[in-house]
């Protein structure tokens, strides 16, 4: 769940007999632990934490302004000059096309190349060229390429590095989105289509520029033009050491660009803990997104070297990453959280790390319309309070002794004596 750190594992065991589970589980988590690192080390991550961020920020200086009562959700968000409208639609369209109706996702078939769309944004009072990117497929149709497809593209292609050679452990997935990115490459090449580790690689170069699928079309034409190079890791490595970043105003370095979204990320997550008493957890992320922007800058590979350690059981990697990154907030089928991690010292016990999910509740809720709080089953596996006010009135909450995190964060952020309805 971006921007909430909360990953759910389909198991009755805690995190840390992780050992003990079963491959196809370990499968599973696998592809949800590459989004964690996506989330953290791309700027496709670190955009959409930066803009639920704004929005959120948008939201809550709306309800200021409002009365004390009943607050209709989702919230609107209009056309200011904070550009808070502005970066949530050009996320949505940079996210791509999520759902495509009337498609059986799982016989789904591209049928052709990639075409651009010449496509404009206002954005600070600039116009900027922002191209669409469309895929044909079986049908007639087109869908608009973006982060989802790569993102699950990439997770999935993850899955069939580690464990494709293992019958069975690998679940079938539909091939929308999950097959996108394979079959898009074989209008391209042969050689590209068939090296899966070097889709996974081009996928993870993608995700840290901002227009992910207009970049991934363009490394596919990169890789063709250039003869198809055998050396696949040095075709990477020399493809990001060559490469800018096309900013508002300027053009800046791989580097810069990495850093700039990540302080930006940061401070959007700084502003949700915005006191002292969240002085661990505000420790806790910036270290964690530091230390993969740092992973990311000494070596473009870093998540793929994770991979070829092979099976999560006996990977060296998995094991060195655990310790300079560590986990997102994990639950399991029986909801009683479990939290581990220490990351450069600074470990956060598992009901201060629950902070994380409550504060994306709260976004989602005045943003999206959905409550309650995504803590209320595992708060019920611990026989925590579970109420109608929950749902209503979380600040309510809010005590001094064992604070509910939703309505400690709702109580904080000054939003008391105010109910939500959808």
């Keep these: 769940m971006p921007s909430m750190f909360h990953l759910h594992v389909h198991t009755i065991n805690d995190f840390s007999r992780w050992k003990e589970w079963d491959d196809t589980t370990l499968c599973t988590f696998l592809h949800e632990y590459i989004h964690f690192l996506q989330d953290i080390s791309t700027v496709s991550g670190l955009y959409n934490i930066y803009v639920l961020g704004e929005c959120l920020a948008d939201h809550v200086n709306k309800i200021y302004s409002m009365p004390d009562g009943t607050v209709n959700v989702p919230l609107e968000i209009l056309p200011d000059v904070n550009n808070v409208l502005n970066n949530k639609e050009l996320s949505e369209l940079l996210e791509g096309e999520i759902e495509i109706n009337g498609i059986d996702a799982c016989s789904f078939q591209v049928t ?63 091939n929308y989105p999950y097959d996108v990115v394979r079959q898009l490459a074989s209008f391209y090449s042969s050689q590209l289509a068939s090296n899966i580790p070097l889709l996974f690689s081009l996928c993870d170069l993608s995700l840290t520029f901002s227009h992910s699928g207009k970049a991934l079309i363009g490394f596919f034409i990169i890789y063709v033009d250039k003869g198809c190079p055998s050396d696949w890791q040095s075709f990477v490595v020399d493809l990001r050491n060559n490469l800018k970043v096309v900013g508002l105003n300027s053009v800046s370095s791989y580097s810069d660009g990495l850093c700039q979204i990540r302080d930006l990320a940061i401070q959007s997550l700084d502003k949700r803990f915005n006191h002292f008493t969240y002085d661990d957890i ?14 990311r800058l000494q070596n473009p590979l870093f998540i793929y070297d994770f991979l070829s350690g092979g099976e999560l059981k006996h990977n060296k990697w998995f094991e060195h990453l655990l310790k300079g990154i560590g986990t997102p907030v994990i639950s399991n089928d029986l ?88």
């Design 112 to 174: 052709g190349r990639a075409e651009f769309s010449e496509n404009f944004l206002k954005y600070n009072g600039q116009v900027l060229s922002v191209p669409k990117v469309y895929v044909p497929y079986d049908g007639g149709g087109c869908f608009l390429l973006g982060n989802y497809h790569i993102s699950e593209s990439m997770a999935y292609l993850g899955e069939m590095i580690v464990y494709g050679n293992a019958s069975g452990v690998v679940e079938p997935s539909p």
């Design 335 to 422: 909801y009683n959280s479990f939290f581990t991690t220490k990351v450069n010292g600074c470990a956060l016990k598992k009901r201060r790390a629950e902070f994380l999910i409550a504060a994306g509740s709260i976004t989602y809720a005045l943003g999206y319309g959905y409550f309650p709080c995504e803590l209320r089953k595992i708060c019920r596996a611990e026989n925590r309070c579970i109420d109608k006010n929950c749902v209503r009135a979380p600040w309510k909450h809010a005590r001094k002794v064992s604070p509910c995190p939703y309505g400690h964060l709702w109580y904080g952020w000054a939003l008391k004596n105010k109910e939500l309805e959808s």
């Design 282 to 295: 505000r420790r806790w992320y910036y270290n964690i997104i530091c230390r993969a922007i740092e992973m």
